[in-house]
């Protein structure tokens, strides 16, 4: 039985695909919620935990970022489970070709979808579709999410990276 070996430089390529979905992610959530960049907290390589989180009550979700082609969202949740910290809800976002999800807990999501009906009447959805148009066109395109948050389009006071000179 032969067992397919992974080219050397395809593994490094997978982490940084991966390392620029939290990136995106973290962009994503900041503009969607109206927090800061720098607000918006994604993990250091390799360290435990969850991928993306908020230190703000304006996203309580510890986020799990996905960037693959084939995914078992049970065993993603779980690990976003395992890894959520105190106070605040796991979720998995992943992303395949043009197509993007976020996962939560089944009761938590209708719990939301009361209270958002019962605030907003039963136009809450249209006022939701519209407001989801508007942060999918600010969306940055993934291959354009850095470590360093900056305004979609680049320039401004961000787009320089804050590395030490030297």
Not at 102 to 120: G, I, M, P
Request: glycine residues 10%; aromatic residues 10%.
């Amino acid at each position: 039985m032969t067992t397919a070996k992974r080219r050397r430089g395809q593994a490094r390529n997978n982490r940084t695909k991966g390392r620029q979905f939290e990136f995106w992610c973290r962009d994503v959530i900041a503009r969607g919620v109206g927090l800061p960049c720098e607000a918006v907290r994604v993990r250091s390589k390799s360290a435990a935990g969850c991928d993306v989180w908020a230190d703000s009550a304006g996203f309580p979700y510890c986020v799990e970022a996905k960037n693959r082609q084939r995914l078992n969202v049970f065993r993603a949740f779980a690990q976003a489970m395992a890894n959520t910290y105190e106070g605040l809800s796991p979720a998995v976002f992943c992303h395949r070709g043009r197509l993007y999800l976020a996962t939560e807990d089944l009761f938590l999501f209708l719990a939301k979808l009361a209270l958002l009906q019962s605030a907003y009447g039963v136009d809450w959805y249209r006022l939701a579709m519209e407001k989801a148009g508007a942060i999918k066109e600010e969306a940055p395109s993934i291959k354009e999410a850095r470590l360093e948050c900056r305004p979609k389009g680049g320039g401004g006071e961000h787009a320089k990276s804050e590395r030490p000179s030297g």
